[in-house]
């Protein structure tokens, strides 16, 4: 496809404007970050979104759905937090550089919250969950994230920041007529 500055080519508009991804990105690089650690949160505690969803999957299925999901969710929030460093406000930054060192910690932890095994006599797989080191895990990983959406709806990342409403100015247009 050829591209022409400032023309027109079929349905194709083009402009000397630079692109401006920032919609896009916040989409996929912010947004959707947001709702997978809502998901892979969901998984970690339970297995599964739904609730008869389980009944499809063994124990040890849904034991490696939550490890799966805890890994998830840790390596979804280090790439966030790294999606929107370059956008937060100073003070932010700050806050938001303590938050990854605590997600940095876990990483020596996560292989620990779980173990593999095979049962000789049936050489069946036997998964456990270290229950009180994966809820540890869960519960600084649930912390961090509850605490993201603040730095980023400062840096207007998730509400748009307006401007103060003046319902003075508001009522005086309505009653003139505007």
Same mark, same amino acid.
């Given at each position: ?7 027109? $080519? ?32 969901? $998984? ?19 034991? *490696? ?11 979804? $929030? *280090? ?24 997600? *940095? ?74």
């Amino acid at each position: 496809m050829v591209f022409k500055k400032g023309g027109e $080519i079929g349905d194709i508009q083009t402009g000397s404007d630079a692109w401006n991804v920032a919609d896009g990105y916040t989409k996929l690089k912010i947004l959707r970050q947001l709702i997978m650690l809502d998901r892979w949160d969901t $998984i970690a505690q339970f297995g599964t979104e739904e609730i008869d969803e389980d009944i499809s999957f063994n124990s040890n299925q849904i034991k *490696k759905r939550r490890i799966e999901a805890l890994q998830r969710f840790h390596s979804t $929030i *280090k790439q966030l937090l790294g999606n929107v460093m370059f956008a937060l406000k100073k003070k932010d930054k700050e806050t938001l550089g303590k938050m990854l060192e605590r997600i *940095k910690m876990i990483d020596e932890f996560l292989n620990k919250t779980h173990n593999a095994s095979e049962d000789l006599v049936s050489h069946e797989e036997l998964f456990t969950i270290n229950e009180e080191l994966f809820r540890k895990v869960l519960d600084i990983l649930q912390e961090v994230k509850d605490q993201l959406n603040t730095p980023l709806n400062n840096a207007g990342l998730i509400f748009r920041p307006s401007e103060e409403v003046d319902l003075d100015k508001i009522m005086a247009g309505i009653i003139d007529g505007g």
